[in-house]
T-cell receptor, first 114, second 114 residues
């Protein structure tokens, strides 16, 4: 059964810092990995999708990398802003049976203070 | 516009009163799933469906039912809701193209059972 872990669980940083959020998964037989943002009590906003054949994806100040063999992904946020404050979730989509449905980590709660 | 629509967005009900949360997607996706999100526990799979008339249990199926009579709809049924089902619920869909598509999420349904 796929298990997804996100470290750290919480992070508080001053504005302007570059950040790295980590996601690890136990079964490397995945099709893709997706990073989401969630504001308190709100829905999920998809940030980046990395296919299993890809090493990284970029969108603006966000860069996500994937090392499938070691079961790791990182989300890099450059020059953080207060508006980046949210919970960041990674979800892994596996290669068999019920794991076709994304399995989530518990998220990293990020606060960027001015 | 590609979207997953859940209704209602907010619901307060009493213990034992049957309710249905609807989920509809307009992308002709094969896979649909339901999650619940609770503080400290993250997003957990309740049920999922890999196509019409094909459903299976996720990690926390007790107290829930689903049906998939049409490809676009995947309602979540609580036959006799209890207070421990108070949670934030998300419906998701994705293509069956061997996992290469991203998962799309509804905006969530906040359910309170008193």
């Amino acid at each position: 059964k796929q298990e997804v872990t996100q470290i750290p669980a919480a992070l508080s940083v001053p504005e302007g810092e570059n950040l790295v959020l980590n996601c690890s998964f136990t079964d490397s037989a995945i099709y893709n990995l997706q990073w989401f943002r969630q504001d308190p009590g709100k829905g999920l906003t998809s940030l980046l999708l990395i296919q299993s054949s890809q090493r990284e994806q970029t969108s603006g100040r966000l860069n996500a990398s994937l090392d499938k063999s070691s079961g790791r992904s990182t989300l890099y946020i450059a020059a953080s802003q207060p508006g980046d404050s949210a919970t960041y979730l990674c979800a892994v989509r596996g290669a068999s049976g019920g794991s076709y449905i994304p399995t989530f980590g518990r998220g990293t709660s990020l606060i960027v203070h001015p | 516009e590609a979207q997953v629509t859940q209704n209602p967005r907010y619901l307060i009900t009493v213990t034992g009163k049957k309710l249905t949360v609807t989920c509809s997607q307009n992308m002709n996706h094969e896979y649909m799933s339901w999650y619940r999100q609770d503080p400290g526990l993250g997003l957990r799979q309740i049920y999922y469906s890999m196509n019409v008339e094909v459903t299976d249990k996720g990690d926390v199926p007790e107290g829930y039912k689903v049906s998939r009579k049409e490809k676009r709809n995947f309602p979540l049924i609580l036959e006799s809701p209890s207070p421990n089902q108070t949670s934030l619920y998300f419906c998701a869909s994705s293509s069956g193209r061997r996992g290469y598509s991203e998962a799309f999420f509804g905006q969530g349904t906040r359910l309170t059972v008193v």
